[in-house]
């Protein structure tokens, strides 16, 4: 079985925290941050044994950034 290492982008909403692959595209939550994960390797394992995942292009890079905007009616 091919193994490859996937990367989750966590946040809340609510009561429950989202992750989301964005690799494959695959989101799932759950109450906690680990039934969360769990939630979203199992989702992942189902959506790539339909959808074999591209080919790894190399490092992956996250970053934040901030961005300045002006309130409506201001």
């Not at 996937?6 to 909403?13: G, K, Q």
């Not at 992942?44 to 959808?51: A, D, M, R």
């Given at each position: 079985m091919p193994?490859?290492?996937?990367y989750a982008v966590?946040?809340?909403?609510?009561e429950?925290y989202v992750?989301d692959?964005?690799?494959?595209?695959?989101v799932?939550q759950?109450?906690?941050?680990e039934e969360?994960?769990?939630?979203?390797?199992?989702?992942?394992?189902?959506?790539v044994?339909?959808?074999?995942?591209p080919?790894?292009?190399?490092?992956?890079?996250i970053?934040?950034f901030e961005?300045?905007?002006?309130?409506a009616g201001e």
């Amino acid at each position: 079985m091919p193994t490859r290492t996937f990367y989750a982008v966590i946040h809340r909403e609510s009561e429950r925290y989202v992750a989301d692959c964005p690799q494959v595209g695959t989101v799932s939550q759950g109450r906690t941050i680990e039934e969360a994960i769990a939630s979203l390797k199992e989702a992942t394992e189902l959506y790539v044994e339909e959808f074999p995942p591209p080919p790894e292009t190399g490092q992956v890079f996250i970053t934040l950034f901030e961005a300045t905007w002006t309130r409506a009616g201001e």
